[in-house]
């Protein structure tokens, strides 16, 4: 089992471009929940994927959009990107049901410059 | 509002006992978790509590009293791999959206 896998594991962007990151859950899974991570910070929650649909959001901008396709993985896609938009990107998966525990990805380490 | 308080940095030396405590402030509560985030690695899940009382697992401990809102995690017998960021985190909304806390950064000394 690969577990969660995310791509690509590093990124610089310009102020202003696009960015999708991608990710796949772990075999079984079927719900994903995308998180920014800034140095010396928690995981910010950006929002969780279920059956195709976005199921809630934390505080982020329409900027931030996302995706899950029929093989429950997912893309977090960001616009118009800012300097402060620099961070750690977590892609997390877990099952529906029965789901107390997390598992994360290593991330994407995005650099907007 | 909804967060979390946890201390930022906790030191001990090895073989000792730490405790890093969580206080939560939540509309609707589900559970208190904990997870373990190394420098560059992805934060890896310890533990769950959505009952009172004292979970073990191992050398990690993890307790909620939710009249307090309010959890600790205790790691025993430390080793100098038990150096990393700690993380108190709380479903909310349904149990779809997970608050983290800013973390715990805990330095094991020899």
């Known amino acids: 089992d690969a577990g969660v896998t995310q791509s690509p594991t590093h990124l610089i962007k310009t102020r202003g471009q696009q960015v999708t990151l991608r990710c796949s859950p772990k075999?079984?899974?079927?719900?994903v929940s995308w998180y920014q991570q800034a140095l010396g910070q928690g995981p910010q929650f950006i929002f969780q994927?279920?059956?195709?649909?976005?199921?809630q959001r934390g505080n982020f901008p329409d900027r931030f959009s996302g995706h899950q396709f029929p093989n429950y993985s997912s893309e977090l896609n960001v616009n118009a990107l800012l300097l402060g938009d620099s961070a750690l990107y977590l892609c997390a998966s877990s099952p529906s049901v029965g789901g107390t525990e997390a598992f994360f990805g290593q991330g994407t380490r995005l650099t907007v410059v | 509002g909804q967060s979390l308080e946890q201390p930022s940095e906790v030191t001990a030396v090895e073989g000792a006992i730490v405790q890093i405590n969580c206080t939560y402030q939540t509309s609707g509560f589900y559970g208190l978790s904990w997870y373990q985030q190394h420098d560059g690695g992805a934060p890896t899940f310890l533990s769950y509590n959505a009952l009172d009382g004292l979970e073990e697992t191992g050398r990690f401990s993890s307790f909620l009293s939710r009249s307090d809102s309010y959890g600790y995690l205790l790691l025993q017998e430390l080793q100098m791999k038990d150096s990393a960021s700690y993380f108190c985190?709380?479903?909310?909304?349904?149990?779809?959206?997970?608050?983290f806390g800013a973390g715990t950064r805990l330095f094991v000394k020899a």
């Open positions: 985190a709380v479903p909310t909304t349904g149990g779809f959206k997970t608050i």
């Open positions: 994927y279920y059956e195709e649909e976005e199921r």
């Open positions: 075999s079984g899974h079927d719900t």
